[in-house]
């Protein structure tokens, strides 16, 4: 089945524990994005990757790295996690969003305390 | 910048009806429009594509119109049910926005049985 897998669905942590959170899919997409979901504010677009060893930051980038070193993965790294980055995660993937849309995961809830 | 808008915030119907959804953005120079779905605590499910040059998309009971120059689009649903209760988003792919969607805050539907 075609998908975009994230891991994982649930998380509690402290503040200034690092964290990674993982997102694959195997549909040999070239686009990857990372997403933040908040109320009142919607969808944000954290990091994107339009192809391996190439990312660059989207809307809300502070706090947050990638890396892109396959094809099939894109984690998002919090090095200090703080309780504002408590939100809903989404990771996301696109052949090519100009054209095919995207296909998103099943999110990731993290509180930071 | 773009902003996308979502009319109404909520609306709840009762079962069997037909019912519209709103979206308004405010830059038209765009690749293509999305219509997602989100459940409580779940991922965004892709409903309908449409490309900057296409009116409408239909899947099954989903119609999805788009009038580009006036930067508008609706979602029709027709014969409601209540499994139809749900988040729904639409979200634009702008032609110099990189590789970000731009979000609406989406309308949230209740189909009363």
């Known amino acids: 089945e075609a998908q975009v897998t994230q891991n994982p669905r649930y998380l509690i942590t402290v503040t200034g524990k690092k964290l990674t959170v993982t997102c694959s899919q195997n549909m040999n997409h070239e686009y990857m994005s990372w997403y933040r979901q908040d109320p009142g504010l919607g969808l944000r677009q954290i990091y994107y990757s339009m192809n391996v060893e190439v990312t660059d930051k989207g809307d809300v980038p502070e706090g947050y790295k990638v890396s892109r070193k396959e094809k099939r993965n894109f984690p998002l790294i919090l090095e200090s996690p703080s309780p504002n980055q408590t939100s809903l995660y989404f990771c996301?993937?696109?052949?090519?969003?100009?054209?095919?849309?995207?296909?998103f995961g099943s999110g990731t809830r993290l509180t930071v305390v | 910048k773009q902003e996308v808008t979502q009319i109404p915030a909520a609306l709840s119907v009762p079962e069997g009806e037909n019912l519209v959804l709103n979206c308004s953005f405010t830059?038209?120079?765009?690749?293509?429009l999305q219509w997602f779905r989100q459940d409580p605590g779940k991922g965004l499910t892709s409903l309908l594509l449409?490309?900057?040059?296409?009116r409408e998309q239909t899947s099954g009971r989903l119609n999805a119109s788009l009038d580009k120059s006036s930067g508008r689009s609706t979602l029709y649903i027709a014969a409601s049910q209540p499994g139809d209760s749900a988040t729904y988003l639409c979200a634009v792919k702008e032609e110099t926005s990189g590789s970000r969607l731009t979000f609406g805050e989406g309308t949230q539907l209740t189909v009363n049985p």
């Open positions: 996301a993937s696109s052949l090519n969003p100009a054209v095919y849309g995207y296909t």
């Open positions: 830059d038209s120079a765009i690749y293509n």
């Open positions: 449409i490309q900057s040059s296409q």
